[in-house]
């Protein structure tokens, strides 16, 4: 049981809008196939549940963890996972604006509606990763491009040729948070709806076509103004992915 839990870039991301402490955005996820974690469930006797694999952070912060609480309720998943081990080979950076975090716990989230039988539909297991993190809905739908919107919730799968990604990410550690209070004070804008809806039709190559690296992403100029290394690595025709670090470029070959 091994399932691949891809990363994401943001081909643009717009703010939306205020919702409490949280922006909406208006973006165009897409996934990264070259990049990957790799799930998997192994049989083995445990009296607790056990994650295996090389985190930054404590169990209890795991994002899968986390995922696991809240499908704990059903008795099935707690005696399978007394019966099976989670393994997960890391290979997405963290703090990278990759998603890796919030593919872990889709990938998650699916595998276990799977695997325990908890038929569970895809709308209905969004719901509950949308508590884990704004980006975890785009990765239960396994769209390989989509609009998103609200804090992440909003999910619409968009058609476009599968895109080759090529993705560099400098050591910078981006501070979400940090990045988006700076935003909000120093460099507040939000996209109209109907410049959201145009941006929303074309694809992604066209929009890149008519964007730069600020324009594109909302939260670039934050993110520089807080670390300002990232300017040595913002190489012509690259673009930023989510609060970073990475940047990304659409290789020709696709
Ligand atoms: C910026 C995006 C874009 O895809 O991705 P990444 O850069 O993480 O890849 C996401 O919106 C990241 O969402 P998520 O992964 O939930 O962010 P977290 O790190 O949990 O949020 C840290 C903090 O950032 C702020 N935050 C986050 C998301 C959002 N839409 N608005 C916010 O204002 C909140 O203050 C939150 O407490
Ligand atoms: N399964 C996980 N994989 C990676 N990071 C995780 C996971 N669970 C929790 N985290 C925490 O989430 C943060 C990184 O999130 P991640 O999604 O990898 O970065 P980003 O959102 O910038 O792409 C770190 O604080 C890391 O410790």
Redesign the pocket.
């Known amino acids: 049981m091994t399932e691949k839990s891809y990363a ?1 870039v ?1 081909i643009f ?1 717009k703010i939306a809008g205020l919702r409490g ?5 208006a ?1 165009r ?1 897409v996934k990264v196939h070259s990049l990957y974690d790799t799930i998997s469930f192994e049989k083995e006797k445990v009296d607790n549940f056990t994650l295996i694999g090389n985190f930054s952070c404590n169990l209890e912060k795991n994002t899968v963890y986390k995922v696991y609480l809240e499908l704990k309720k059903f008795s099935c998943v707690e005696e399978f996972f007394k019966n099976y081990i989670v393994r997960i080979d890391k290979k997405i950076p963290e703090f ?4 890796g ?2 593919s872990n716990a889709a990938v998650f989230l699916n595998m276990v509606n799977n695997y325990c039988n908890l038929a569970l539909s895809k709308d209905e297991l969004s719901k509950i990763g949308e508590k884990i ?4 809905p ?1 990765f239960v739908y396994e769209y390989d491009s989509a609009n ?1 919107s609200g ?2 919730e909003i999910v619409e799968k968009f058609d476009e040729d599968i895109l080759d990604i090529e993705v560099f990410t400098p050591r910078i550690e ?4 940090e ?3 700076i935003f ?1 004070e120093k460099f507040y804008k939000e996209i109209s709806q109907e410049d959201s809806k145009k941006l929303f039709s074309l694809s992604s190559k066209e929009i890149l076509s008519n964007f730069d690296i600020k324009s594109a992403n909302d ?1 670039y100029e934050p993110a520089l103004s807080l670390y300002s290394n990232l300017e040595k690595f913002a190489q012509k025709g690259w673009f930023f ?4 670090s990475s940047f990304f470029r659409i290789n020709n070959g696709k």
Do not use: M, P, Q, W
């Open positions: 994401k943001n991301l402490n949280y922006h909406e955005l973006s996820f990278a604006g990759l998603g975090g919030s993190g704004a980006d975890v785009f998103v804090i992440g981006c501070n979400t948070g990045i988006f209070k909000r939260l992915s989510g609060s970073g």
